[in-house]
């Protein structure tokens, strides 16, 4: 009798029978998955080493990908994260692909490296993809000090997705770049944030997440640059990476859900118990605090702060290497594929704010070295969105105090207006008056300390610390005593 090995079917859905989920069809590719195996427990030992501190053991109520469809893409389950089906997820890939903007536009899209543009490649991956376990250590100690188990599960969901972000451009590196593709990889697993020998790459991925306030500030800010990151990525004429960024962007959503509703929330509790004390004014500071509730000027001053390190991210506003990427057909602009122009900008020109001739003036600059300027102005107006629906509370409550965004140049260390010293409204200061009034702005030492002394934990389903409000409804409608996330016997 002839006996057959009847054929795999091919593997377009999450294939989780792998020691490796993916939809890449990772068995196919003998080579790549033993790299990706030598580099799994590498990476499960940074998870279990710098990833949540405390709560590897517990059971906690996630979402993991199961398909790269948008609809139906996720399970809930509970999960002990160190379980967590991390793996390698591409959207789904477009026929016919062409590459949208730069030089090459209108060629078909790369699926390998092109050799004239390996090394600008590689670096863009390399930077992105050491932002996702930066954010995981810089959150590592907020689950000792929840507000909720609601809000400790949302702090986790974010941490294992960050983290598998990670994956996707490990992935990237290991496929596609060979033996240095492999060191980056590792490198990738090696550096850590804060740390004064061997920091991550970005200013902003070394600072502290010390309080709840800013894990809040950080997932509304700093994630959504990286979204504007990833919608550039997204663009790229290298389709992997193409690929990689659109199923990053649905995670992504989640992670800008969490800041905005949480600074919400947190909006929501002051104005509540500044009404039910019958307190008018948002600035008796030490009245709101004696509530036990963040004062609206603190939250303020966070967002001055969380504002202005996340503006420094997109790197300088006139930039060569943002051109280079763009002409290439590497890295392309926000939602380029939408943008009404000829996606090559050789001689167009876009406004861009400078300091000239002793003050702050549009230039008209060529369009191609203004990339990152408008970026950055594309974030400006997703955040400021998002501010306009802060402000929504604070009508509710009939309390009269707006969030603003601060100037862009405000405390600027990066880009056109480093050095300089611009208050929120965009005037400049000399020296002396920025040292006499950058109090007013930035949080202090005493703010800092009000708000680590408000973090205390609360572990009891269904309860919430007394300076944050429940949120309006649970996770995939779980009601409000829900169990999120369950501690180790
Ligand atoms: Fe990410
Ligand atoms: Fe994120």
Known sequence: MNETIPEAPPRVEVNYADRIPNNVDLASDRRLQRAMERWQPDFLEWWRSMGPDGFQEADVYLRTAVGADPKGWAVFDYVKMPDYRWGILLAAKEEGRVIPFGRHRGEPAWQEVPG??????????????????????????LGRTCPSLYDLRNLFQVNVEEARHLW????????????????????????????????????????????????????????????????????????????????????????????????????????????????????????????????????????????????????????????????????????????????????????????????????????????????????????GAGVKRWNRVMDDYGVDFRITLPHRAFRRAVGLFAGLHVDPDGNLLDEAAWQARSADWLPSDEDNAYLLGLMEPVFEPGKYAGWIAPPKSGINRKPGDFEYVIMEA
């Open 116 to 141: 004239e543009y390996r090394a600008m490649l590689k670096r863009l991956i390399v930077i992105q993809g050491d932002t996702e376990p930066a954010s995981v250590e810089q959150q590592r100690f």
């Open 168 to 383: 996707a451009m490990a992935y990237l590196l290991q496929k596609y770049f060979g033996k240095d593709g492999r060191e980056e990889a590792e490198a990738l697993l090696s550096r850590r944030s804060g740390d004064a020998d061997r920091p991550r790459i970005l200013g902003a991925f070394n600072e502290e997440t010390p309080d709840w306030l800013s894990f809040f500030m950080f997932t509304f800010f700093t994630d959504r640059d990286g979204k504007m990151q990833l919608e550039s990525l997204a663009q790229s004429g290298f389709d992997p990476l193409a690929r990689s960024c659109r199923f990053m962007l649905t995670e992504e959503a989640h992670h800008m859900f969490v800041g905005e509703s949480g600074v919400a929330r947190v909006l929501r509790r002051t104005c509540e118990a500044m009404r039910e004390a019958g307190i008018d004014d948002p600035h008796d500071i030490e009245r709101v605090r004696a509530l036990g509730v963040i004062d609206l000027p603190t939250i303020q001053k966070k967002v001055n702060f969380h504002y202005s390190v996340t503006l420094d991210l997109f790197g300088a506003e006139i930039s060569t290497n943002a051109a280079n990427a763009f002409n290439a057909g590497l890295k392309g602009r926000y939602r380029e594929t939408r943008i009404d122009d000829d996606h090559q900008l050789l001689d167009a020109t876009y406004p861009v704010l400078e300091y000239v001739d002793g003050r702050l003036q549009e230039v008209q600059e060529p369009a191609l070295n203004a990339i990152n300027a408008r970026l950055l102005d594309d974030y400006i107006a997703d955040a």
